[in-house]
């Protein structure tokens, strides 16, 4: 046996409840051959101890059954372990320099209007005096460039990092900027997994207070890669009020919380239509959200109607969050969600 057959072995050995692999995501640190011991050293980011337990037991059932392969030995450093666990185990913690907090937005499902929600909260969080970021980390549907109506190119410094483009105040990255209009995004798993990285690690942020990540819906692969990368205070789940969406956000806000990860709320997007003769028509079942977020005791941080005029300021690239809170109902909304985000992390 060679560490290069070990690793091979060990890409059987999948993270507790995703699909991919320890090797795959970076948690084999080193594989030493001795004669008659094999030697595995892992390290996990999490504070459920039951991870690393399924791991280490997962690795002896491979390695353990190789033949002419002598004792095992599997060494787990955990970190961030579970005596830390809660929002003041991550508060303050960042992995790319210069950025004070790093904020998700997601959803269980498509469809829910998440992008529009992590915009729209960008630009309150900017409006209120704060230097944001956003990073597009939905690599197979960005949609940044035109919410932000950018049609430029990023080019690199002297470091060969990527620069961020600026609109509206918001230092903007987006796979969306880097294709041409009509050309999709065909990558398997750990080339997205490259690209997610590239755009934590290798974007020239510069000091930033809140770092926005928009992420891909679902529970998959990306989502555990942003965990993995870098230290998340928080996420904000996004959903619309029908049960069928409230499934998908109950499978995200499960999936976030194995991987520690503090909820810091639920959005209910799509709240309402509220016609011109101010009768409110609840298109999607009423209070699907509220209800949810008293079931899984997380804060409700927000109900955000159906707007015309929010859909077609988001296709021209002016979120209505540039808007004041007296100018418009829905810019209201957005900018009482950016102060409820500022209370749950503070910078300070």
């Given at each position: 046996?060679?560490?290069?057959s ?31 011991l094999?030697?595995v ?69 498509g ?46 410094n ?14 903007l ?17 750990p ?35 942003i ?59 009423e ?62």
């Open positions: 046996m060679n560490p290069e070990i690793r091979e072995a060990l890409r059987q050995v999948r993270y507790p409840g995703f699909s991919r692999d320890i090797i795959s995501f970076g948690l084999v640190k080193d594989v030493i051959c001795d004669p008659g094999t030697t050293r892992i390290e996990v980011q999490t504070r459920d101890p039951q991870i690393p337990e399924k791991i280490f037991q997962d690795c002896h059932a491979i390695l353990d059954s190789l033949p002419d392969i002598g004792s095992v030995k599997v060494e787990i450093s955990v970190k961030d372990a579970p005596a830390a666990a809660g929002l003041a185990g991550t508060v303050g913690k960042s992995s790319i320099p210069g950025v004070k907090r790093i904020i998700a937005v997601a959803s269980g499902k469809g829910v209007g998440k992008s529009t929600i992590a915009s729209n909260l960008a630009v309150a969080l900017a409006a209120s005096g704060a230097n944001v970021g956003l990073c597009d980390c939905d690599l197979y549907g960005p949609s940044m460039a035109q919410m932000f109506g950018v049609n430029e190119r990023p080019h690199a002297e470091q060969d990092e990527i620069i961020p483009l600026e609109a509206h105040g918001i230092k990255m987006s796979m969306s900027f880097l294709l041409e209009d009509r050309s999709p995004v065909i990558v398997r798993g080339m997205a997994t490259r690209y997610t990285q590239q755009f934590l690690r290798q974007v020239a942020w510069g000091n930033l207070d809140y770092l926005i990540l928009d992420l891909p819906p679902g529970t998959g692969d990306i989502q555990l890669t965990v993995q990368t870098v230290s998340v205070d928080g996420v904000i789940i996004v959903t619309t009020p029908q049960e069928v969406a409230l499934i998908d956000a109950r499978k995200a806000v499960s999936m976030f919380a194995k991987v520690n990860v503090p909820i810091l709320g639920i959005v209910e997007n799509m709240a309402w239509f509220e016609c011109d003769a101010g009768k409110k028509y609840f298109i999607f079942g209070g699907g959200g509220v209800r949810e977020a008293e079931i899984l005791n997380v804060p409700l941080l927000g109900r955000i109607p159906i707007d015309m005029a929010t859909r077609q300021r988001g296709d021209a690239g002016t979120p209505t969050a540039l808007l004041t809170s007296s100018e418009n109902n829905v810019a209201a909304a957005f900018h009482q969600l950016a102060a409820q985000t500022k209370a749950a992390v503070p910078l300070a």
